[in-house]
């Protein structure tokens, strides 16, 4: 199963960005999935997930409000959008692929995908 990310970039504080994931396997084959985040030198983060039903998603506090997790299991596809980016934000932001949870815990995921940069500045 490969997952592909995209749609990272540089970008000022207070931007938008949509990160997109596409996965080679159906969708529905993954009860969660979601995004994870990297700082250099920092272990990889959660930061938001998206169960199979498309409809409940979980979110770490520090993007609550401001980005919005979605999957179209039609389109294979998982997406994140990130509204008023802030430099703390900036990291590479991982896809992921729990095929039994919620895709909230490292250990739980399943597939990776490779990353793709982020970066907010002020």
């Known amino acids: 199963v490969q997952l592909q990310a995209s749609g990272g970039g540089a970008v000022q504080a207070g931007d938008s960005l949509r990160l997109s994931c596409t996965v080679s396997?159906?969708?529905?084959?993954?009860?969660?999935m979601g995004w994870f985040r990297q700082v250099q030198g920092k272990e990889r983060e959660f930061v938001a997930s998206?169960?199979?039903?498309?409809?409940?998603?979980y979110y770490t506090d520090s993007v609550k409000g401001r980005f919005t997790v979605s999957r179209d299991n039609a389109k294979n596809m998982v997406y994140l959008q990130m509204n008023n980016l802030k430099p703390e934000d900036t990291a590479v932001y991982y896809c992921?692929?729990?095929?039994?949870?919620?895709?909230?815990?490292?250990?739980?995921?399943?597939?990776w995908g490779e990353g793709t940069l982020v970066t907010v500045s002020s």
């Open positions: 998206c169960l199979i039903n498309g409809r409940t998603t």
């Open positions: 396997e159906s969708t529905l084959s993954f009860y969660g």
């Open positions: 992921a692929a729990d095929r039994f949870y919620d895709a909230r815990s490292i250990d739980g995921v399943t597939y």
